[in-house]
């Protein structure tokens, strides 16, 4: 990848943080997912709550499936299960 294009994808990034990549890379490799996996945990939390906030009437199941769809870029049915 030419160097030119290797800023413009971490343009405007934030620096790393050294001192939390030092302490991932000293976890057990079976460890190392779990801050992601609380990452990911934590926004879909704020987009649920977001779109709970903006459709207060919709279920909690037609809130998960809209969360879902947000953060996947797979096609999927409006309703479910599809008819």
């Given at each position: ?41 934590f926004a ?40």
């Amino acid at each position: 990848m030419p160097e030119a294009e290797i800023k413009e994808l971490v343009r405007g990034l934030d620096p790393p943080d050294w001192v939390q990549i030092d302490l991932i890379a000293g976890m057990p490799p079976e460890r190392r997912t779990i801050p992601g996996l609380h990452a990911q945990e934590f926004a879909m939390a704020v987009v649920r709550g977001d779109l709970r906030r903006r459709f207060p009437y919709l279920s909690l199941a037609q809130l998960n499936l809209m969360t879902l769809k947000h953060f996947t870029p797979v096609r999927m049915p409006d309703e479910w299960p599809p008819k």
